[in-house]
């Protein structure tokens, strides 16, 4: 016996045959092997072979199968990659409108913030700075009454034309000269219908009873402002008084 044989039957000798797949390959040998001749150890080799093949053949197209789906995965994956991408570019671009939108609103509402301060202080400039044309009229017009209204716009006129200088020592002299002249207008205009409105008074005065009303001593006491005026209505009334005291002659 050579040695190759040898081997083999210290392995079949030394088998266990108490181990489970040994056991189990033996029941199928034993199945499918009824004699022990070289055309059945050879027919069981083929049979075994093709066998072998067919499982073999049964795992390629299981594997197949597993490709396929695979693959189909692997393009769905690619499907979903360039979702994500196309999303990403849309989130990309949407920020950046949204920032470029953002700093419009902020600039509109920096613009809007400064025209409304602007129209604050031009609406506190013409409340404190601009006559009215009815306050004009009732300061300057003969038709209209010496009364608490007339002091009260009078009053307004003059503590604008002192603020005129408010503005001269500003960066707004031009306005304030342009103000200062207008209420220099207006004054004129009030005094010398004072001026006129106080004659008349003093002229309607009873010269046996010459009882000043207040209404006459305010206007004087306005009138005091301007020394010319003011002095023609006392030379005016001491006029109309001497006049009453002198003896007619016979």
């Known amino acids: ?23 189990n390959a033996l029941q199928v040998l034993d199945s499918r092997f009824t004699e022990n001749s070289p055309d059945s150890r050879r027919q069981l080799r083929v049979d075994i072979q093709a066998e072998v093949i067919q499982s073999n053949a049964h795992i390629v197209r299981e594997f197949s199968k597993i490709s396929e789906q ?23 671009t949407a920020s950046s409108e949204t920032t470029h939108i953002l700093e419009e609103s902020s600039q509109l509402l920096a613009q809007k913030k400064k025209t409304e301060t602007k129209e604050a202080l031009l609406k506190a400039f013409a409340e404190h700075f601009v006559v009215s044309e009815r306050d004009v009229v009732t300061l300057t017009s003969s038709a ?30 031009k306005a304030g000269l342009e103000i200062m002249d207008q209420m220099t207008g207006h004054l004129q205009g009030a005094f010398q219908k004072l001026y006129r409105w106080t004659q008349r008074e003093l002229k309607h005065l009873s010269l046996e009873n010459p009882q000043i009303n207040a209404g006459i001593r ?6 005091a402002e301007r020394p010319t005026l003011f002095q023609s209505c006392l ?13 007619m002659t016979p």
Do not use: W
């Open 1 to 23: 016996m050579d040695s190759l044989s040898q081997q083999r039957l210290s392995a079949i000798l030394s088998a266990s045959y108490s181990d489970a797949e040994i056991r």
């Open 70 to 92: 695979l693959k189909l995965v692997g393009h769905t994956l690619d499907d979903m990659n360039n979702i994500v991408s196309s999303l990403k570019a849309h989130v990309t």
């Open 144 to 173: 209209e009454p010496v009364d608490d209204r007339f002091f009260r716009i009078l009053n307004r006129v003059k503590k604008i034309h002192g603020d005129c200088e408010v503005l001269l020592a500003s960066e707004n002299q």
């Open 218 to 223: 305010r206007a004087l006491r306005v009138l």
């Open 235 to 247: 030379d005016f009334f001491a006029e109309a008084r001497q006049k009453s005291f002198t003896p």
